[in-house]
């Protein structure tokens, strides 16, 4: 299995994900997959569909049961916790879709994202929040059900920043976006996350533009761990660009196989 | 006319005992997805503790509260003991609806074992009547009226002033998300189950001392209109219930009043079958969630 | 989905154990009935049919606080012939046809000495007297319908007033107070309705007005409406009977809109459970005031009376709590005569078997010239055994077989704590009619 | 054996076969086509009143003690086929309206207020079906022919395991055996599969839902024609839930297993109670029997959901492999929505399946 070498230029990791092993009950939809991040760190996991990013991600948010290895947050043994003990350890987990409280407005998800913090701490947080991303700063009264895409994804990520976690999962954030929104999402948003320490854990389908703005890539195929480098690295290699990462399709540059290109279409 | 206001009258009183119920009812099954029929049992229940309270010497005051404390154990103790472990099997939604089906069998014959088949009436005097125009209701009723509104009034500063009440909004509307929030829905959900069932104690005693009169089937007899105001209203959305308690306590009095008085029910439930023919999802409940076919 | 062997077998096994136990039970019941109605020595049974469970489960211990001090005075003169022991056994039949007839088939096939039956109610009677009936068991049935005003049923016994009488002395007692605005207010279960149509009838003969009629679904959280309609028609007087609950409701909203007039109940009102409900609704005082009800006549006092309230109190242990809430139930006294009848028949008939006994029945009740009155089974064995002709009087005052087998008594009006007012007798009721 | 003995196990049989058609009626219903039917109890009934009011002749007889609509006197086979046609009828009525557009749960409890809102009309107009009182004195069927009465509580016996073995091999084993069961069964229990599958299944659910209210019908025109009387006070919907625990028992889904429930729960348990001495009060066994009804339905679920004999495993395709298709007892098919339950129980106590609803 190819590795990469230089991680000797990497922080301490904060979050490492050792040989995990989940799936529904069936055979496993991902493998022994392991990984980490550090502080500061984004990391994208990318892949083509069915890869098993997303269960990788639930199951490290307590949300999947896993069926093997294990999963540490600076140093303790969290696999297989409960959701609500990993929050208490400063683990944010942005789900992919229901993502925010429907029938709650703006304020109140912030709030409830603030559940563990002592009252003053809340309103404090909201206004840090709130500076980080402003958009939200006028829609703070409207319920959640009310907000377009966009507005949903930022409500949903700023809950989860309520918490101040040190470790952020993000399930494809960028899902129902437009590219240029998308683009701007990951590059400064995101971006801005890690340069206040926080390890970012990143599933994307628009895998382009997320490792152009990571620090580091893993490729997931079928369950499996194919390629784990920095991310630059990764987006660079033609060959896995064309076949899983969509190039083609989301850029159109390089011709590609049909029946490749196809796989390869996002959802 | 005055068949009209005094039928609204009546209706207010109906209406106010139903809204107690239902949005209990609605409460429980908004924070787990579950039409728990054992729910009008368990009103029966709390209003036997009550009358035994009441027999020791208790007024209606204190009743009210060990009818609603002995209601809110009971559903916490229902759904700590019998309805999450099924859950957690992944019993199907209608395989819930026997479970609970088979529990309110099981309450309703122990009160009967206990209690036998007697008729029992609390004590607590006669209350004076208060008429304006062709509106008489007594000093009672007028309680009860004002209790519900204050109850309602209550559950709603609850539910979007404090923490604990946003959390179980939270944990309803998505409990996977309000875990990830280091919210403890287990906690959660079991507050959520001890409100429902003070109030669903509450309407008991107050059922009873409405009527009068009660014995083991009492509260049975009376949560095919629980269900339907929740119903009507969209399960799960206690402002729904709130309205479709307002709206059957309503129809009911004046179709009473007005049509024939031995059919006020079926009148209650051709409305409820018409709205859901048109709503599936009821009058506040979101369309997605609910039904299923398009 | 693990273990799925253990619980299988176990299962399988407990089922297989129950069948067994039922198939030994049946048959030990069955074998046991076989030997018994011939002229062995051992315990005779009397059998309570009657509803113990459902709406009106309240019937079942009414007619057992008859039935047991009965069998309890007959063991204390020394038993029936030579079965020293007779035993009052209860059989639920549910309140309801469909579980009416297994339980009457099991009842006939399964009790060991069975020489009786108190029962039916109204509730299963047309379903269950034909059964009775060609199984050759005697049966004082409690229905109040019609239809058993003329039956040729060879072993129905009805000496309790059918419901519609009861209707016919509601109303001349409401003519007699010189009330004529009427409003009948009925709950639609069916012991209810008996006396609905014949009091209306009767009421408008005498003269009356019906200004209302409303008919009460059971156990409604509020009839405002029904009340706010009885209010308006303004009656004077307004007959009555509802379960315990929808009457409580109904007359706490006819109080509490002020409209509280004269009410008249049938005999199904004149029961505990509705007394104590209704009392609670609108007060002991409003009680004492305005309600009345129409019964069978059971006279609360004389020797008959005074036999079967010594017998009752005797035997207080064995009846429903408080003993003295059957003192003047005319039901339990009709059940206490019943099983005495029963027991002379037998002594009369010197045969338990009850196709040999059936004829005696109407003979032991029947005044004849020479017949010794006996209020009791203790006097009547000795007046037999004298070689003396007996009729029984009973508690519920004479009894009078037509040749359909019904007694028609007469019927009292009496007060909340059941003091009487004023009775009526066979012939005035047969006036109205 | 006595003769009191011979009608008493003849009585019972009449009942074992009846129950038996009852328990096929709602497995096709609900074993088969996943239909929550509540309301079970109202389509026996609504087969019991017709052939009864078709058999008592005008109501004017019997001295005009009851009264009730139609009165005809139809001869034998026809009372209880018509019988079974109204609950047909009624069946599609309904299920017109319930099948549509309800989710699981929700079909059960507007099913449970149609037969409450049943009860209501039957009770509250005395003119259609003799009200609260229920009809009585229905002439059994043949009875003159026979001379002796065991000799027709025989031909009666032989009446209902005629009607059974017809019912079993015209309808039950062609329905369940049949592609359109196997189509049924892979949707049941799955709300959110059916709804993809989308009107299809709807119109397959309808139709066996209609075949099970006429052999309801059926099962209930028989028994009123032996037990000759009939009131509302015997159908409220707890009686449903006999039907179903019976159904729980004997394993959903399988014809044969139901039946065992059918022997086990409505005949068993209903005679075994008949054989508990009386304690205490003498409405105790009966309401402790109801107890142990409850406790049996509680107890299988949990215990073993597929009942004492499941049903017979059938691999599907629909899902992923090892995905089967279980009795509604259980987790049933899953293929629909991969994660949509299993993802969000992992070790919480609020498994809430599907969308949540937000207070």
Known sequence: ?267 | MSTLIASVGFGLVTASILALAAVGFTLQFGISNLLNLAYGDTMTAAAFAAYLANRAGADLWLMLLIGGAFGAVVSLALNRFVYTPFRRRKTSLFGMVIVSLSVAVIVQNLLLAGFGPSFFTYQIGQSRTLRAGSLALTVNQLLIIALAVAAMLALHLLLTRTRLGKAMRATSTNPSLALGCGINTTRVVGMAWLLSGFLCGVAGVVLVANTTAFQSTTGNDFLVLVVAAAMLGGVGKPYGAMLGALVLGLVTEIAAGIIAPGLKEGFAFALLVLVLLVRPQGLFGDATSRAVAA | MKNRRGPRRLLLLVSCGATALLAACASAGSSGSSGSSGGGTGALTIAVFNPFSGADASFGPEEMAGCTPAAKAIEQAGGILHHAKLVCTAADSRGDPADAIPAAEKLLATTSGLVGVIGPSSDEASATVPLFNRASMPMFADTGQLIFDKTTDKYFYRITAPDDANGYAMALYAHKRGLNRAAFVFGTDISSQGARATAMKAFRKLGGTIVANEQLSLDQPSYRTEVQQVAAAKPDVIFTEADPQTSATFFAELKQLGHLVPFIGTGGTIQPPWLKAVSGAIGAANMATYYTAAQPYAPTSGPAYQSWLTALKADKSQVAAPASQWYADPYAMSDWDSVNIMALAMEEAKSTTPAVYNPYIVKVTAASPGAVKVTTFAAGKRAIQAGKKVQYLGAVGPIVFDRYHNSPGGFEIVKADGTAITTFSPAAIAAVK | MSAAAVFYLTTLLVYVGVDILAVWSLNLQWGIAGIPNLAWILFQSAGAYTAAVLTLGPSSGNGGFQSYIIGARLPFPLPVLAGGLVAGALAALVGLVVLRRLRGDYQAVVLLVITVTATLLVENFPRFLNGPAGLALIPQPLSSRFASSIGYAWFYVALTAAVCAAVYFLVVRRITGSPLGRALRATRDCDFAAAALGKNIVGLRLFVFVVGGVIAGISGALLVEFITAWSPGGWMYVESLVVFTAIIVGGTGNDFGVMAGALLVPVLFNEITRYIPTFGSPYLVDALQWVVIGGLALLFMWFRPRGLFPERRRTMALGGPGTTVAGPGQAGVEAGRPGASQGSGAGTSTAVGGAGSGL
């Open chain 1, 1 to 267: 299995m190819p590795t990469s070498s230089d991680d000797a230029a990497r922080p301490d990791p904060l979050l490492v994900i050792d040989a995990l092993t989940a799936g529904y009950g069936g055979p496993p939809i991902i493998d022994q997959v392991s990984c980490q991040v550090g502080p500061g760190e984004i990391v994208t996991i990318v892949g083509p569909n069915g890869a098993g990013k997303s269960t990788l991600l639930k199951a490290v948010a307590g949300v999947l049961p896993a069926s093997g290895g294990s999963v540490r947050l600076g140093g303790q043994e969290i696999t297989n916790r409960r959701a609500d003990r990993l929050a208490r350890l400063g683990l944010g987990f942005v789900p992919q879709e229901s993502d925010v409280f429907d029938t709650l407005t703006v304020t109140e998800n912030l709030e409830m994202g603030g559940y563990l913090l002592d009252r003053r701490a809340v309103a404090e947080q909201i206004a840090t929040v709130l500076d980080l991303l402003p958009a939200l700063k006028k829609l703070r009264g409207r319920k959640a059900e009310k907000l377009s895409g966009g507005e949903r994804k930022m409500t949903g990520i700023a809950r989860a920043l309520m918490n101040r976690p040190s470790v952020l999962l993000l399930d494809e954030p960028t899902a129902g976006l437009s590219p240029e929104l998308s683009t701007t999402f990951l590059g400064e948003h995101v971006r801005r996350l890690s340069e206040h320490g926080t390890a970012v854990l990143l599933v994307e389908q628009k895998a382009i533009a997320a490792l152009e703005a990571s620090t580091w890539g893993v490729l997931l195929v079928n369950g499996r761990r194919h390629l784990d480098c920095p991310a630059q690295e990764l987006a660079q290699r033609h060959d896995i660009g064309e076949l899983f990462l969509g190039r083609a399709a989301a850029g159109g540059t390089s011709p590609a196989k049909p029946a490749a290109a196809t796989r390869a279409q996002p959802e």
